[in-house]
């Protein structure tokens, strides 16, 4: 069965560092997604993308974020000068349409 | 008023129970309906979708009421392995963003 693969599972970094997040969502999906989860707290939308750009996107997904789809098959989260409070799960995510289907995750741990 | 709510629990129930979740969503536009299942520090998996005129999945149903903006899940005798948080979420238009609930905790204990 197909699904969304994410890498790396952990990654620390040190506060100031930069971090590259990558995702292979399910192929001839159409929709991409990346989200994320603080610790005890709510999923939360950062940014989707179809047809080559971003769609839509949150409050949270500001200049320190950005993202690509370098190869036509990965999908890349780059969080530039990390800060404490981005310690999180970040969860990619592909759509056909309806449903979305979400990767493993990556802990994201900003120390 | 949040976009997603629910009743964050947590239900404690016994094997073999039946236990019901609402929610509720705030986008009357609101165009699909899912619960999601989250085991601890894991993903996001898909339960079921909701469909209009409600639908049955094994032990799981679940209904849609657009006028009331009410979702609700039902899993009948429960098993120790349904403990997990049920995640309500709403997409206002196809390929949009996802927006979930907090989710509702469920332990089932034998």
């Known amino acids: 069965e197909p699904e969304v693969t994410q890498t790396p599972s952990h990654q620390v970094t040190q506060m100031g560092q930069e971090v590259i997040l990558r995702c292979v969502p399910i192929s001839n999906h159409l929709y991409f997604y990346w989200y994320r989860q603080i610790l005890g707290q709510k999923v939360e939308f950062l940014v989707s993308?179809?047809?080559?750009?971003?769609?839509?996107k949150s409050e949270i997904f500001d200049d320190q974020f950005s993202v690509e789809r370098p190869d036509g098959s990965n999908f890349t989260l780059k969080i530039r000068s990390t800060k404490l409070e981005d310690s999180a799960m970040y969860f990619c995510a592909s759509s056909p349409l309806t449903e979305a289907f979400f990767g493993q995750g990556t802990r994201l741990t900003v120390v | 008023r949040k976009e997603v709510e629910q009743d964050p629990g947590p239900f404690n129930v016994p094997e073999g129970a039946t236990v019901a979740f609402n929610c509720t969503y705030s986008n009357s536009a609101s165009q699909s309906f899912f619960w999601y299942r989250q085991d601890c520090r894991k993903e996001p998996k898909l339960l079921m979708s909701v469909y209009s005129s409600g639908n049955e999945d094994g032990r799981f149903t679940a209904q849609l009421n657009r006028a009331s903006q009410y979702i609700s899940l039902l899993i009948r005798d429960s098993k120790l392995s349904d403990s997990a948080t049920y995640l309500c979420?709403?997409?206002?238009?196809?390929?949009?963003?996802?927006?979930f609930g907090a989710g509702t905790i469920l332990r089932v204990k034998s």
């Open positions: 979420v709403v997409r206002v238009e196809y390929g949009n963003k996802l927006v």
């Open positions: 993308f179809y047809n080559n750009e971003i769609s839509e």
